[in-house]
């Protein structure tokens, strides 16, 4: 499984983004994974962000920290997870994973096992 993430960039404070993760999945299989999105500041640990279940029903969860100003969605039919990042900050700055586990949950980086390659975010004054 290949994830790409790609969207990222420079915003200033308040400013929105939205990131984007194309799946190498057949539809049928897509639909089968949680999809994630971790992100990591310079000299800190990965965290968590948002994620979305795979089961019929979607359910996002989100970071205590992005909860009311992110959004994430998928389309099955596309093989595509959106997280759309609002209000930013300078703490949103970073470089942003996503990642996807069959049939998954949870907010840990440990329950995926599929990440993309990262998307950096930069949050200006």
């Known amino acids: 499984v290949q994830l790409q993430a790609c969207g990222g960039g420079s915003v200033q404070t308040g400013g929105s983004l939205t990131l984007t993760c194309a799946a190498s999945?057949?539809?049928?299989?897509?639909?089968?994974?949680?999809l994630g999105w971790f992100r990591q500041a310079s000299e800190k640990e990965r965290e968590f962000v948002a994620s979305?279940?795979?089961?019929?029903?979607?359910?996002?969860n989100f970071a205590d920290s992005v909860q009311g100003r992110f959004t994430i969605k998928r389309d099955n039919a596309k093989n595509m997870v959106y997280l759309q990042m609002n209000r930013l900050t300078s703490a949103d700055a970073g470089v942003y994973f996503c990642?996807?586990?069959?049939?998954?949950?949870?907010?840990?980086?440990?329950?995926?096992?599929?990440w993309g390659q990262g998307t950096l975010v930069t949050v200006s004054s």
């Open positions: 990642a996807g586990e069959f049939q998954g949950r949870g907010t840990r980086s440990g329950q995926y096992s599929y």
């Open positions: 999945l057949s539809e049928g299989a897509f639909s089968t994974y949680t």
């Open positions: 979305i279940t795979w089961t019929w029903n979607p359910t996002p």
